[in-house]
T-cell receptor, first 115, second 110 residues
Framework: EAQVTQNPRYLITVTGKKLTVTCSQN?????MSWYRQDPGLGLRQIYY???????DKGDVPEGYKVSRKEKRNFPLILESPSPNQTSLYFC??????????????FGQGTRLTVV | DQQVKQNSPSLSVQEGRISILNCDYT??????FLWYKKYPAEGPTFLIS?????DKNEDGRFTVFLNKSAKHLSLHIVPSQPGDSAVYFC?????????FGAGTRLTVKP
């Protein structure tokens, strides 16, 4: 079954304690990205990756890091989480159809609370 | 600066009637547009898309219209069903990335 898997689904952590949210896809997609969803702001892109070892900033990259060492995995790293990073996070992957991302498949989301 | 805007946070329609969800964009480099549907506690799922070389695309009850000169697209759902109640996100992509609107919550009343 084609899917994007995020872990964990729920996480409560304290300010400053480093954490990683994992994302894995089994569709051999080149393009992967991370979004955060906040009320009234919709989905805002944090980082994206067009292929292995190729990553770039989205709209709201501050406070986040990513890596793309393998095609299937795209972890999101918060080195020093702060309360304003409390949000619902989604990982997505898609083909690079006609030189742009096509239909994206999303993970089920990770609800992060930073206290 | 939001490049993709959905100005209506919510929409309520009666079952069987038409639902029209609107989306505006500012970046003329966008050349591919998509609609996603999201239920609570799930990730968004792809619904329908349209390339900038077209002005209409249909898939069953769902039709997307694109007006490039106005930088506007809309999603029509006919007839609307209670199971269509969800948050709908408009998205636009260019060569590099995909940008999303803030979403419109559609409620279809029986």
């Amino acid at each position: 079954e084609a899917q994007v898997t995020q872990n964990p689904r729920y996480l409560i952590t304290v300010t400053g304690k480093k954490l990683t949210v994992t994302c894995s896809q089994n569709m051999n997609h080149e393009y992967m990205s991370w979004y955060r969803q906040d009320p009234g702001l919709g989905l805002r892109q944090i980082y994206y990756s067009m292929n292995v070892e190729v990553t770039d900033k989205g709209d709201v990259p501050e406070g986040y890091k990513v890596s793309r060492k393998e095609k299937r995995n795209f972890p999101l790293i918060l080195e020093s989480p702060s309360p304003n990073q409390t949000s619902l996070y989604f990982c997505a992957s898609s083909d690079m159809g006609q030189w742009h991302p096509s239909e994206a498949f999303f993970g089920q989301g990770t609800r992060l609370t930073v206290v | 600066d939001q490049q993709v805007k959905q100005n209506s946070p919510s929409l309520s329609v009666q079952e069987g009637r038409i639902s029209i969800l609107n989306c505006d964009y500012t970046n003329s480099m966008f050349d591919y547009f998509l609609w996603y549907k999201k239920y609570p506690a799930e990730g968004p799922t792809f619904l329908i898309s349209i390339s900038s070389i077209k002005d209409k695309n249909e898939d069953g009850r769902f039709t997307v219209f694109l007006n490039k000169s106005a930088k506007h697209l809309s999603l029509h759902i006919v007839p609307s069903q209670p199971g269509d109640s969800a948050v709908y996100f408009c998205a636009a992509s260019d060569n590099n990335d995909m940008r999303f609107g803030a979403g419109t919550r559609l409620t279809v009343k029986p």
